[in-house]
């Protein structure tokens, strides 16, 4: 299935299973005038109208649709590793053509398919796939935003006109930031379901927002949000009901439905369950915000790699200058974002395969704690890790990074909302933990869990402790070293924290948000380092899986990186806690400075390895020259050392 | 003096002497229609239209005119002070119109008052200060923009026609990013002076752009950069010369002149010295980034730390939600910054004193090397602090804060430029080195140098080294303790800097380029522990200087936070070298989360006291309602605890 792409085979290996369909989609993007280098004049309008154009291309391509209509299917093998691998390449063309097909086919899109009954999703879903409408997915308000659980929008039952009647009953329970809301044909609404006065919890529903005319259905207002950092492509907007009826069919109804004469039935009897099972099929979409942050972070790095391989300044007296990427500080701040970049493809592949898994086996995503933890921590890390790494690209790249020709500025602002929206990063390291803890018990307050951690606490602490604490020093290079240092570190805290929270909810009877709010640095701190550790080792697997010895160890090197790089940022907790004396410390230091620069040639290959045609990458600093910009070209560099291979995508 | 501004004490102390003519020009503003808060929908011409209006406001007025007029005077008191102080007041309004009175007034205008005659300043910058024309400053080209002293433009003495011949003679001599290069009508540009075919090395000349009607002078080509990440109201572009003739008078002539038949004089022998001086005179200017920096900060924790007073999510079960500054990892971001804003705002009006001092002594500020590194440090440092302030602003304002009606985005790119122009903060931070380094000797490559490097390496380290380890562990939260710690790390990096440039320059013969890169991080961390120590030294001596014992008492639990914050930060370090045991590191910890609990309500006090008038604020999250956003209207909190002190301008 691989053997069409005709390039290096580590830019295959990095590509991963699907990429035909990728390098289909970068074709078709190639050839499309859409997606040339856009100029910065266009009013709002105009760019969300382009984006708008844009998406209706991706979604009318035979192979997009194909494979969109798989949606509806139950069990589809591989969906989810299919579609994130065309999430990227979309995004890497425009980030907000690919949020907006998020919002559209992942989160409308999810809602129906895993929400929704199969007619439901013939009713609802299909004719996306044949672009007679497009929806939007109405959960956040004003009030909630990460605490979704409290939204307030209602959707009571009436058994005469057998109807829902949805509504707004305050300002707070407007929703908000809806993205596509002023496109948008329909909504999948969150709202409290209200039969016979009853509450059962938040629901799904489908809402007419306006029809194909653009006529609004009645008692549906719509709020241009207009301007925002970036994202301007997607048209974001307040959804308001004031009493807006529909159909008793338009609930969602595969974890709870209401009978016409207004009974309520559910195979989930607990409301928290029910609403957790509900949020837990919309994970897929919350793993699409990693590759999108991805592919802003690996456009970031060819940029800045290119460019510092080009550039020069400064250097010995009466010399030629060197190149900037020959400066200490240079190498030392883009190479271990280049080694987060790898490590993330693997570990989102990972994460990916494993979600299709459970899907295609029909397990249910809720009791998937560990996926939970990781895909929630993913979003969080690598959300951040793309914004530490556009800011260093952009500092890398000094006034010309700056400048919108160069494509990072864009990068920066269309990027910088996914640290806090589908679930702010913070909230979703409090998920991670919460996963964490509660793969042992179902209920994270009952006393069987803090039986179970007073246990935790007291037992085997010292053995875990001491275990690896016998290393020679001459073992702070070897990735064994590594993997042990960053599964320790989660180790100890996951336990030092079950005994906090212990000992002040169990013995000091403190309020339990109280006693968790005063230990949230300690969590994050958990989470972060439960996340640290699966890239790692997701990374060192994907090294050992690597077929072609060159790759392995060119791999080898990014993955010795990445892993040096976690512990380096983490050394005063390992010094801390005795893992690390002063002088190995010292050592890690000395370590990375030594990786990154080993690693500051390679880096052309492997950014050239992300194959990403120039069309994509557009920037002048980069090589890829633009006419309005002709003061900003520099020729992309050549590797040294590697004879270029045949790169069919590299013209285009 | 300071009588006049009726508002609260701490709120004077924070705005210092010259709170009179920042009032005055608040006052301004504020009853301006032109900084009415403006549409995000005008094209990048409307933008720079705009721009320049509001700077001709500014210019206009009758104290700013008064005020630019003792610009032309030699050794006036205190002018760099009073310019600081509006400089921040205007940026607070608009960064773009301060970024451009900063190009007007303090670099074209700066060149001219500190490296032109008497003559030459009346003919040239005075009618600046009446608004008959405005300039413009051409030093950065395209091969050389960190690396200045490599500039490639040329001007070439002609002594038949008593001209110079002002010529770009190759791609990379191009003139890039200059400020005001579409509207201005005249630049200082730095040329290499070529005389009787003997280069003299960079000088600096006025040469006519295009006059009051636009017509570009003969030779002269203007580029439009046009679209940037911000500071969109800045006009940038590419100046190109084609043989361009000026007249002899044009070379500002206070470091070097040319006599009518080709003579050339000046008081400096040495060429690197007199470019040198050159530079150094354009200092002030390097310090009006740093006050720009502050006032976007500022901006930006007003709007957080209101915002996070009154928005509320999650909470104790069954209980109203708590504000969102009550989340650990809410004030564990915010209050560091805070407290580093009020180190910063001591720190440079201290810089400025200095430099005040020395101006008006008539000193050389060259001769200066430790204001010439504190300079340069706090531009580097407070440009960083701004940008991960902002981002953490931004990230703590969730979705709100991505919208452009709440002011951060737009703060943020503005101000990202910062970091890498008028000196990339690596280059700054490298100049803070050689400053310290050669505070003791001329010419830091000598061997005399080399000679102290070798006794400093050798001599005093120890008793250095073990002199503040005796502390015992209550003392840690202790400001005598901080002020120790930070200082003691300055002194052993440099020390150890030292020791490692001698045995590779002097014993082990390497190239001292070479040398210098390989050191290139440890270089960049004693820079910034140097002004680390300079911020806490200040801030403590505010706090001791300060009168009014409540404040002093509140200035205090900041200071002390700094210190935590900056020792915090770099615990790592001081457990590598055994100043910090893991049990005192763990305390540091404690100590920063239990300070930052205890300011959270403080700050609102705070940030009230920065003095900011609503108009300038905007930011409907902030409690100032924007008609074309009501749904982001946020109510501001009161603080809880203080009742409120008149505050004349809190209704403009």
Not at 266 to 286: C, D, E, H, V
Not at 402 to 425: H, Q, W, Y
Not at 587 to 609: F, G, N, W, Y
């Amino acid at each position: 299935m691989t053997g069409k792409c005709a390039r290096s085979s580590l830019s295959r290996y990095l590509d991963g299973e699907f990429c035909d369909i990728k390098d289909h989609l970068r074709q078709e993007i190639s050839q499309c005038d859409l997606f040339k280098s856009s100029s910065y004049d266009l009013t709002l309008d105009e760019t969300r109208d382009l984006t708008a154009e844009r998406l209706h291309f991706v979604l009318q391509l035979p192979e997009m649709r194909r494979h969109l209509k798989d949606q509806v299917k139950e069990r589809q093998k591989a969906f989810i590793s299919k579609s994130l691998g065309i999430a990227e390449v979309l995004c890497t063309a425009d980030i907000a053509t690919g949020v907006k097909m998020g919002v559209v086919c992942g989160l409308f899109g999810g809602a129906i398919t895993n929400l929704g009954s199969p007619e439901q999703k013939e009713k609802w879903y299909l004719p996306v796939t044949e672009l007679q409408f497009t929806g939007m997915f109405a959960m956040t308000e004003r009030g909630h935003g990460s605490n979704v659980r409290g939204i307030l929008t209602e959707a009571r039952y009436e058994p005469s006109s057998q109807e829902f009647v949805i509504h707004t009953p305050c300002e707070d329970a407007k929703k908000m930031y809806i993205g596509n809301a002023m496109k948008g044909n329909y909504a999948t609404v969150f709202a409290q379901l209200l039969v016979d006065g009853e509450s059962q919890g938040p629901h799904c529903f489908i809402v007419p927002i306006r029809d194909g005319e653009g006529v609004m259905y009645p008692g549906v207002t719509a709020i241009d949000m207009k301007h925002k950092e970036g994202l301007h492509g997607v048209d974001n907007g307040i959804l308001v009901f004031d009493n807006v009826r529909i159909p008793r069919e338009n609930l969602l109804s595969k974890f709870g439905s209401v009978s016409p004469d207004g009974k309520y039935h559910s195979p989930i009897q607990n409301k928290g369950k029910r609403f957790n099972a509900m949020l837990a099929a919309l994970t897929p979409t919350r793993l699409a915000l990693t590759v999108q942050a991805m592919a802003a972070m690996k456009l970031g790095l060819i940029i800045a790699v290119r460019y510092s391989h080009s550039r020069r300044q400064f250097g010995p007296r009466d010399q030629e200058e060197v190149k900037i990427i020959e400066h200490q500080t240079q190498y030392l701040r883009l190479m271990p974002h280049l080694a987060a970049a790898l490590a993330l493809t693997f570990t989102t592949r990972f994460a990916a395969e494993m979600m299709d898994e459970a899907v295609h086996h029909g397990r249910d995503l809720l009791n998937s704690r560990s996926l939970q933890a990781l895909i929630a921590g993913l979003k969080a890390y690598s959300t951040w890790e793309n914004l530490a790494c556009l800011q260093d690209c952009r500092e890398c790249t000094g006034g010309m990074g700056f400048m919108m020709e160069n494509r990072i500025p864009a990068l920066k602002c269309d990027s910088d909302v996914f640290v806090t929206f589908e679930g702010d990063n913070v909230v979703m390291l409090q998920v991670v933990v919460r996963e964490l803890m509660t793969q042992y018990t179902k209920q994270f307050e009952s006393s069987a869990m803090f039986g179970l951690l007073k246990t935790w606490t007291s037992s085997a602490s010292d053995s875990l402790r001491t275990s690896f604490l016998g290393f020679s020093t001459d073992k702070v290079g070897n990735l064994a070293f590594l993997l042990k240092a960053v599964s320790y570190r989660e180790r100890v805290l996951q336990r030092s924290l079950a005994a906090r929270l212990y000992t002040k909810v169990e013995k000091n009877k403190n309020e339990f948000f109280g006693a968790w709010n005063s230990c949230l640095h300690h969590v994050t701190s958990l989470a972060l380092a439960h996340i640290h550790r699966v890239t790692l080792e997701q990374f060192a697997l994907a090294v050992q899986a690597c077929q072609v010895s060159a790759d392995q160890t060119l791999l080898t090197k990014f993955c010795l990186l990445h892993g040096t790089s976690l512990v380096y940022q983490e050394r005063a907790w390992y010094l801390e806690h005795s893992y690390l004396t002063p002088s190995t410390s010292k050592m890690i230091r000395t370590q990375l400075l030594e990786l990154c620069k080993s690693v500051k040639d390679d880096a052309l290959k492997v950014v050239s390895d992300f194959n990403i045609p120039s069309c994509c990458v557009q920037a002048p600093i980069a090589g890829v020259a633009n006419p309005r910009a002709e003061w900003a070209f520099y020729l992309a560099p050549e590797h040294p050392d590697q004879p270029q291979e045949p790169k069919t995508l590299s013209k285009l």
